[in-house]
């Protein structure tokens, strides 16, 4: 794999967007994505540069997102981790329960899967969470829509155990989520 995996920096909100456009007009992003690529589009920069900045290393620490890097700069692939404590509002599924991160908008192009990008990027991400300040992240978590049988089968294979715990699909009550975690290793 010839990808550096690192965090994105506050000042690469035009690659945080051409990134998640293309993520949004992926065959499966119906799927994969509560966002849609019409939406994305009309979006002011301002937007963006929030966006890269929150994600970043030097944004607040709600957010981060990780992207595997060629050696040309191209960006191959991204994740995202938001952080969720119990008393904080709910962006999507059901509550914390626990501290946990939640992991979001995953997206590997094409040419690049089937290289471990996508093991890398959820590395880092998991790593990640383990090493958040106190109090310590319990879990981490992510939902896959039920038709998405592949993705649902990297989450298998990479730890992920479904919990059981199913949410709607926003705008579409007749479609489900699933709800996968990976639950902290104890001593760490």
Known sequence: MDYSIRTIRADEWEKTREIRLAALQDPVAHLAFLDTYEDAVERPDAFWKDRAEGASETGEGKVRQFV?????????????LLVERPSDEVRFGEAAKVDQTHIVGVYVRPEARGTGVIDALFRAGV??????????????RLYVHEENARA??????FGFAATGERVAVPGDDSAQELEYELVRPTGR
Not at 68 to 79: L, N, Q, R, V
Not at 127 to 140: F, H, Q
Request: glycine share 10%.
């Open 68 to 80: 595997a890097e060629g050696p040309d700069g191209s960006w191959a692939g991204t994740i995202s």
């Open 127 to 140: 790593e990640w969470s383990w090493t958040l300040p106190e109090p310590a992240v319990a879990r981490v």
């Open 152 to 157: 649902a089968a990297f989450y298998r294979r």
